[in-house]
């Protein structure tokens, strides 16, 4: 090769690559590639979304706070001055002296007599008060009464008005007079009862009785007349040719009580089976099988 080849290849950019750096000097940027350009450096801010000073200052480790001595942490207890030995203990200087005792009972014994004094007042007022005023239907529970003592001054064993069922007048028959007065109430042309609403036996544990609720389809007066019996062999004379309504009214109440209704056309059980023992509502009754 000639020198003048040589200094050709010398001037190449392939010997300008392969010639080795010098060290500390800068290397040509690449084509392509921005080049730095002197006094152009600027510090980078905190952008949209960033914190202020950039994320370099953001990541940057926070200096530790110096931590408290476990000494300063903990509570100090006060110090007390320790008792002497002969001292009483404070559970015993707490308790109450007899004085108190004493005050306490008496405070006691006094609100007892006061209570005591209050509830005597209380019944002196009670009876004191004026009587309560008759009921409205008052008049018609003794104007019934009147009619069926003209029957019979016996026949009326008792006669009250339930304040609490409406006002309507009670009455308490003889049984052995029942179908007699029965007829009375429903053809009488005053009373005039021609409608039987609804037939309850009731089991008052010294003896059983049936409550027969009566009401007048013209006047629109009520009554309700009840009959008892005896709890060992109960039995009330049967109202079924007065009122038809009783027929299956006596037979439920025969079936559930266990009350025999002389008279009645066809009496026997109307809900329980024909071989069943006892009588369910009755407060005696013991079921035979505890589970029925």
């Known amino acids: 090769m000639s020198e003048e080849q040589k ?11 392969q010639k080795p750096k010098a060290e500390g000097e800068a290397s040509a940027p690449m084509s392509g590639e921005p080049a730095a350009v002197d006094g152009a450096e600027v510090t980078k801010t905190g952008g949209a979304g960033e914190p202020p000073g950039g994320y370099a200052s953001a990541d940057a480790p926070k200096p530790k706070e110096p931590k408290a001595s476990a ?28 004085a108190e005792k004493e005050a306490k009972a008496k405070a006691a014994a006094e609100a007892r007599a006061a209570r005591a004094n209050a509830r005597a007042a209380k019944k002196e007022e009670a009876g004191t008060e004026a009587p309560k005023e008759p009921s409205p239907n008052q008049p018609q529970l003794d104007r019934i009464v009147a009619i069926l003592k003209g029957f019979g001054e016996d026949l009326v064993q008792e006669a009250y008005i339930n304040e609490k069922g409406g006002h309507i007048p009670y009455l308490i028959i003889k049984g052995d007079e029942w179908p007699a007065v029965a007829e009375q109430l429903k053809t009488h042309p005053e009373l005039k009862l021609n409608y039987l609403r609804n037939v309850s036996g009731i089991d008052m544990e010294t003896h059983l009785e049936v409550a027969y609720h009566l009401i007048s389809l013209e006047t629109k007066r009520e009554y309700c007349v009840k009959i008892k019996t005896d709890r060992e062999a109960p039995s009330i004379p049967s109202v079924t040719s007065v009122w038809p309504t009783a027929n299956w009214n006596e037979r439920e109440i025969y079936d559930l009580f266990g009350i025999d209704f002389p008279g009645h056309p066809d009496l026997r059980r109307i809900m329980m089976a024909d071989d069943w023992v006892g009588h369910p509502l009755r407060k005696d009754y013991e079921p035979l099988d505890p589970e029925v």
């Open 7 to 17: 200094r050709d290849q010398s001037g190449s950019p392939e010997a300008d690559m």
């Open 71 to 98: 000494a300063a942490s903990e509570p100090v207890e006060p110090q007390t001055a320790k008792g002497e030995p002969g001292d009483a203990p404070a559970a015993e200087k707490a308790a109450p002296s007899d």
